[in-house]
């Protein structure tokens, strides 16, 4: 499976005059080499040269672990604590021959630390983005990545489910609370991780669609707005519900039919060979006919895999055509100061004849 995906990388950035590709802790370095390791103080990436085996510069203590997992050609730039890290990179630059080659970088992900020591190790080298094309590689997900998140949604909502059977969402609870017992929830379900930080915000606090949670005290009448999601090999659910403590207000009544009215438009109108910006535009409208529309402060959705932000973005302006494989979440939200918040948020896949929407769980306040 890496060969492939490897191969896949050096006809692009062979296509985009690119001698050498280097790839970060993250998504792209375990989705073409299946390493998966994190940024510290102990350099750690690979680089995958137009022709020929990849090169990787890890510390001493990761080998056992990366060996299970790179492509068996691989050659690998190790170093220990007491010698320091500088060497190996005039090692791979030698090996490569990356003077002066003109050398892609993930620019959301390369920190200066790695670029300053390849700098020295191969003088006169360009840097060239990767991500205007290197994104496309992972768009389309194969049947084995959509199970794996298939199953990182299943054990997001039975996580949820065991939150409201336990009564954890009650009066009285802080925000703080419910995040750690639906933390605690996902990984007695088998979750691998979190996708993300749980976002639980109640009341005002709602009313923040990025809002943390905080050690404020659930109180009658709130709005709760939770937004969730696990990881299973790496692919990640995300999902969010709304929630209200005691009888809903007719406004907070209202705020929920236009967001699900708008969820709703969004996830039916997805279908292959449809612009992106479409799907933000059928939610969008559903919305401002409520009346709702200056308080819709974001984008529709965006895409969802090894990470939980990434391409495609169903925002206006993208004219990125869908195709079946792309998998993105649709979450529209509305956003009272003062008063609260309500998001509904799915993942969806397109499919050769349209979409399937992947979240089961209810979507009712």
């Given at each position: 499976m890496h060969t492939a995906r490897l191969n896949a990388l050096r006809?692009?950035?062979?296509?985009?005059?690119?001698?050498?590709?280097?790839?970060?802790p993250g998504a792209n370095l375990y989705y073409f080499t299946?390493?998966?390791?994190?940024?510290?103080?102990?350099?750690?990436?690979?680089?995958?040269?137009?022709?020929?085996?990849?090169a990787v510069v890890l510390p001493d203590l990761e080998v056992p672990g990366a060996r299970a997992h790179l492509p068996e050609d691989a050659r690998l730039f190790t170093y220990r604590d007491e010698e320091g890290h500088e060497h190996v990179f005039h090692q791979v630059a030698e090996e490569l021959e990356l003077d002066g080659k003109r050398i892609g970088v993930e620019y959301l992900a390369m920190r200066l630390l790695e670029q300053r020591r390849i700098e020295q190790a191969a003088p006169g080298c360009q840097w060239m983005a990767t991500e205007p094309w290197m994104p496309t590689l992972r768009k389309r997900k194969d049947d084995s990545e959509i199970a794996s998140m298939r199953r990182a949604i299943e054990i997001a909502e039975k996580a949820m489910l065991r939150?409201?059977?336990?009564?954890?969402?009650?009066?009285?609870?802080?925000?703080?609370?419910?995040?750690?017992?639906?933390?605690?929830?996902?990984?007695r379900e088998g979750g691998q991780g979190e996708a993300f930080s749980p976002i639980v915000v109640a009341g005002p606090n709602s009313a923040s669609p990025h809002a943390g949670p905080s050690d404020r005290p659930m109180a009658e009448g709130d709005l709760v707005t939770i937004d969730w999601g696990t990881q299973v090999d790496g692919y990640r659910s995300d999902i969010t519900r709304t929630f209200v403590l005691g009888a809903p207000t007719p406004e907070m009544e209202k705020m929920h039919d236009a967001v699900l009215a708008a969820n709703q438009s969004g996830r039916l109108a997805v279908r292959p060979k449809m612009a992106a910006q479409e799907i933000d535009r059928a939610a969008r409208r559903a919305i401002t006919l409520a009346g709702y529309g200056e308080y819709f402060i974001h984008r529709t959705g965006h895409?969802?895999?090894?990470?939980?932000?990434?391409?495609?973005?169903?925002?206006?302006?993208?004219?990125?055509?869908?195709?079946?494989?792309?998998?993105?979440?649709?979450?529209?939200?509305?956003?009272?100061?003062?008063?609260?918040?309500?998001?509904?948020?799915d993942n969806v896949v397109v499919t050769k004849d349209g979409s399937e929407t992947l979240t089961t769980l209810s979507r009712d306040l």
């Open positions: 006809h692009l950035q062979v296509a985009n005059g690119i001698d050498c590709v280097t790839l970060m299946g390493l998966t390791t994190h940024l510290s103080e102990r350099p750690a990436m690979a680089f995958v040269p137009a022709k020929g085996a990849i939150l409201l059977d336990e009564n954890a969402i009650r009066l009285g609870r802080t925000e703080l609370e419910v995040a750690a017992d639906l933390r605690i929830a996902m990984l895409g969802l895999g090894l990470e939980t932000h990434e391409p495609p973005y169903m925002v206006e302006g993208n004219l990125e055509l869908l195709e079946p494989g792309m998998t993105f979440t649709v979450e529209p939200g509305v956003y009272l100061p003062n008063m609260g918040g309500v998001r509904i948020e």
